[in-house]
């Protein structure tokens, strides 16, 4: 048989989170590459779940979502950030925000309609983009000082006549950049000179250090109309394995969504909705404990990393710190986390598999630090050797 996996697929092969927990479960290593927390989420909210499944709620919960969420959901927008979303109709539960992107794309998107991605950008991104037959245009995030930042010309550069949406990341995945209200006010001029659609992922929305403001995208104004904007559970409440998101959009963009999410899934699984809702009214100060600590552990793996040789980027929020490997004498990302294990018993991630332009990002590695102090400490023991055996 010829290759069976449609051509639009085929450069993307397995997803770089597989591959290097693999590496690192067949090699025994810390695995600072998947950002996946190593400790539970509130108690009282898996208890929620067990109860739930307990008390029979185990069928289809309706499609758009159980009404508890939706509402719980529409609450938390209005509490936190004054935006109003009515829970029948602007918002829509999906499998995890990974659904809610790719419906988002496939149900806004023609094919050959353009794309704006800021790279390094989340990989699901470049898939959607593929599966809908439409077109990515990076805009890249190159380090101005400690943080990673776009160049307005750019971004103004890579709008042409067939650009539909832009897709925007903040917090964001992999550099930890906080948009500012100036980028953000940016981005928003060029959707409005333009008429783009905005996706906005904003699943580290909670997930901000030193008293940086994370600002939803569909604050600025004229924006609530024209973002669809999209979170989850997974990193809010450290269960990443839950899979349970949500968009919050107006209703035209909310339903287009729909028309696509009810044929990839049909609905959300309901146990994990009941506790979301539960904890997104409830557990907003264990949240806020979960980022005192990420704090903390950004600064013990981001000193250890220091002390090992690399060069290292400050992450005003999400679970990852960015690195330079040249100090070290290394050149390549992807060459070094493959041999990463054999020198050092550690995983990361190689940050170029974010870019369309992969010299960009070849000497950056990204490591998680959503994890136990000890390990974090083990694994910059181990990395310190790196510096020892170039020197
Ligand atoms: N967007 C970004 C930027 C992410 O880092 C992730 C990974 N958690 C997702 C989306 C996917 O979220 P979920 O697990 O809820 O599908
Ligand atoms: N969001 C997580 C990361 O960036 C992992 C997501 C995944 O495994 N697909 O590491």
């Given at each position: 048989m010829n290759e069976p996996l449609v051509a639009r697929m085929r450069e993307f092969g397995t997803t770089i989170f597989a591959e290097m927990t693999g590496l690192a479960v067949r090699t025994g290593s810390i695995n600072l590459g998947q950002g996946f927390p190593d400790t539970d989420g509130p108690a009282a909210m898996l208890e929620r779940a067990v109860e739930a499944i307990r008390g029979g709620l185990n069928q289809y919960p309706p499609g758009p979502g159980l009404p508890e969420l939706r509402q719980a959901v529409a609450e938390h927008r209005k509490q936190h950030y004054g935006l109003v979303y009515d829970p029948d109709g602007e918002v829509l539960v999906t499998v995890g925000a990974t659904e809610a992107l790719a419906a988002s794309v496939l149900a806004l998107c023609e094919p050959g309609d353009e794309v704006i991605v800021f790279e390094p950008y989340y990989d699901s991104y470049a898939a959607a983009i593929a599966l809908a037959g439409a077109v990515r245009r990076p805009v890249t995030l190159r380090p101005v000082g400690e943080r990673f930042t776009f160049d307005p010309a750019e971004l103004r550069a890579a709008v042409g006549p067939r650009t539909r949406a832009i897709m925007v990341n903040s917090p964001h995945n992999p550099t930890g950049t906080v948009f500012t209200r100036d980028e953000l006010s940016l981005i928003a001029a060029v959707c409005q000179e333009h008429d783009l659609i905005a996706i906005s992922d904003e699943v580290y929305e909670h997930l901000t250090f030193d008293g940086v403001e994370h600002i939803p995208l569909a604050t600025l104004p004229g924006m609530r109309e024209r973002t669809v904007m999209i979170s989850s559970a997974g990193k809010t409440f450290s269960?990443?394995?839950?899979?349970t998101g949500w968009v919050c959009a107006p209703a035209d963009l909310v339903s287009a969504v729909q028309s696509v999410k009810q044929f990839l899934t049909f609905t959300a699984g309901g146990p994990w909705q009941v506790a979301a809702a539960y904890a997104l009214r409830e557990e907003l100060g264990w949240v806020a404990a979960l980022r005192d600590s990420l704090a903390a552990k950004r600064d013990r793996l981001m000193a250890g990393l220091s002390a090992a040789g690399f060069g290292v980027y400050r992450p005003a929020g999400t679970y990852f710190v960015q690195t330079d490997i040249r100090p070290l004498g290394f050149t390549d990302g992807a060459e070094l986390a493959r041999r990463l294990p054999e020198l050092a018993g550690v995983v990361a991630v190689p940050t170029q598999v974010f870019y369309d332009r992969t010299e960009l990002g070849r000497h950056f590695l990204r490591f998680a630090f959503c994890k136990k102090d000890e390990i974090i400490d083990e694994a910059v023991a181990r990395l310190a050797r790196l510096g020892e055996r170039t020197a």
């Open positions: 269960v990443t394995g839950w899979k």
